[in-house]
């Protein structure tokens, strides 16, 4: 039983996290149930494969949640996540075949630095905005204190940019909001709210896309995942309600915090 209690509450935290700041929850599924399969004698058939696989249904539920939610607060920018998607995901399919050519331990520590870099980034990347900045789509939001934010891009930029986050993403196994958020805004100049509430949005695409292909290779774990997706729905409505509640500035640090944990793993992985 205690199992199955550490299971929910194991949705519940990551579907909270990966609202909260538009990175799905993976980063917090996988290494967790990496963990139960060392501990547990009779979650030992919980492989890399499955494990992944039982996360992805777990980021649906939580991408939907989430998604519903952010829907109802209008953050949602239905038109640039379709767009990103478009491109993203033929780079997810791309990046999951050059896997296979690469040695994973060198990558993911270079790439655990250069998520502790894009943090860095982001700690400085305020100073960019008064930068003018041509773009060819142009958008608009309202936060509830009236401020009216405005961002963009070039769609020719935003397409080839997408498809390498897909790339990369599926390539490393971290999840496209990992990168997304910090391209959006970052590049895109995106408020972090509607940033978070449109990676939510992708995500839910692409973690449907991802898992039907695990569900046909049987690599999901439904005992785990039944458990899971309770505390995944409720994670998700709660980070969304957190998010709302949090200034850009707070989004912002909670991001940065986040990617912190997606190079930590990323380096150990590579370590390890």
Same mark, same amino acid.
């Given at each position: 039983?205690?199992?199955?209690?550490?299971?929910?509450?194991?949705?519940?935290?990551?579907?909270?996290?990966?609202?909260?700041?538009?990175?799905?929850?993976?980063?917090?599924?996988?290494?967790?149930?990496?963990?139960?399969?060392?501990?547990?004698?009779?979650?030992?058939?919980?492989?890399?494969?499955?494990?992944?696989?039982?996360?992805?249904?777990?980021?649906?539920?939580?991408?939907?949640?989430?998604?519903?939610?952010?829907?109802?607060?209008?953050?949602?920018?239905?038109?640039?996540?379709?767009?990103?998607?478009?491109?993203?995901?033929?780079?997810?399919?791309?990046?999951?075949?050059?896997?296979?050519?690469?040695?994973?331990?060198?990558?993911?520590?270079?790439?655990?630095?250069?998520?502790?870099?894009?943090?860095?980034?982001?700690?400085?990347?305020?100073?960019?905005?008064?930068?003018?900045?041509?773009?060819?789509?142009?958008?608009?939001? !309202?936060?509830?204190?009236?401020?009216?934010?405005?961002?963009?891009?070039?769609?020719?930029?935003?397409?080839?940019?997408?498809?390498?986050?897909?790339?990369?993403?599926?390539?490393?196994?971290?999840?496209?909001?990992?990168?997304?958020?910090?391209?959006?805004?970052?590049?895109?100049?995106?408020?972090?709210?509607?940033? !978070?509430?449109?990676?939510?949005?992708?995500?839910?695409?692409?973690?449907?896309?991802?898992?039907?292909?695990?569900?046909?290779?049987?690599?999901?774990?439904?005992?785990?995942?039944?458990?899971?997706?309770?505390?995944?729905?409720?994670?998700?409505?709660?980070?969304?309600?957190?998010?709302?509640?949090?200034?850009?500035?707070?989004?912002?640090?909670?991001?940065?915090?986040?990617?912190?944990?997606?190079?930590?793993?990323?380096?150990?992985?590579?370590?390890?």
């Amino acid at each position: 039983m205690e199992e199955w209690i550490l299971f929910l509450l194991i949705g519940l935290l990551s579907g909270t996290v990966g609202s909260l700041v538009g990175l799905g929850g993976g980063v917090v599924t996988v290494p967790s149930l990496l963990l139960i399969a060392a501990l547990f004698p009779e979650f030992r058939h919980l492989t890399p494969q499955v494990v992944v696989g039982t996360s992805l249904i777990m980021i649906v539920v939580t991408a939907l949640s989430s998604t519903l939610t952010y829907a109802r607060q209008r953050r949602v920018d239905y038109r640039s996540g379709l767009l990103f998607f478009a491109a993203s995901g033929p780079g997810a399919v791309t990046g999951a075949y050059l896997n296979r050519f690469f040695e994973p331990d060198s990558f993911y520590i270079a790439f655990g630095v250069f998520m502790i870099l894009v943090s860095i980034v982001l700690t400085v990347g305020e100073r960019g905005k008064g930068r003018s900045v041509k773009w060819s789509v142009t958008r608009e939001f !309202t936060d509830p204190d009236g401020t009216v934010h405005r961002y963009g891009y070039h769609r020719p930029t935003a397409l080839a940019v997408s498809f390498l986050v897909g790339l990369v993403s599926s390539l490393f196994g971290i999840g496209g909001g990992a990168l997304m958020m910090p391209v959006m805004v970052l590049l895109f100049r995106f408020p972090p709210h509607v940033a !978070t509430a449109t990676s939510m949005f992708m995500i839910l695409f692409s973690s449907i896309i991802g898992s039907l292909g695990h569900l046909v290779q049987g690599n999901v774990e439904w005992k785990a995942a039944l458990f899971i997706a309770p505390g995944a729905w409720f994670g998700g409505r709660l980070g969304a309600w957190i998010s709302s509640r949090l200034s850009s500035r707070g989004l912002l640090i909670a991001l940065r915090l986040a990617l912190l944990l997606v190079a930590v793993r990323m380096i150990w992985e590579g370590v390890s």
